[in-house]
């Protein structure tokens, strides 16, 4: 088994993404993958970090 996570908790994905759980939470419901093991909640490396490259603008599309 490797050694790396492949499934993250709330405080793990905080970590990795710089922000708080509140955040977390809110990108939840704006769409961030995620999978519900009774009352746990996880998620996937892979898909967080392509849910947030599919989020990404450019300063064209801010104006």
């Known amino acids: 088994m ?3 996570l ?3 908790t709330i405080e793990q994905v905080a970590e990795m ?3 708080t759980r ?3 939470y809110n ?3 704006k769409g961030l993958p995620f999978i519900k093991l009774g009352k746990s ?5 892979d ?3 392509a849910w947030m490259n599919s989020k990404k603008v ?3 599309e801010t104006k």
Request: hydrophobic share 40%; no cysteine; net charge positive.
């Open 2 to 4: 490797s050694s790396e």
């Open 6 to 8: 492949k499934y993250l």
């Open 17 to 19: 993404l710089q922000v």
């Open 22 to 24: 509140m955040t977390i």
């Open 27 to 29: 990108l939840q419901q």
């Open 41 to 45: 909640v996880r998620f996937d490396k």
């Open 47 to 49: 898909d967080v970090v």
């Open 58 to 60: 450019t300063s064209k």
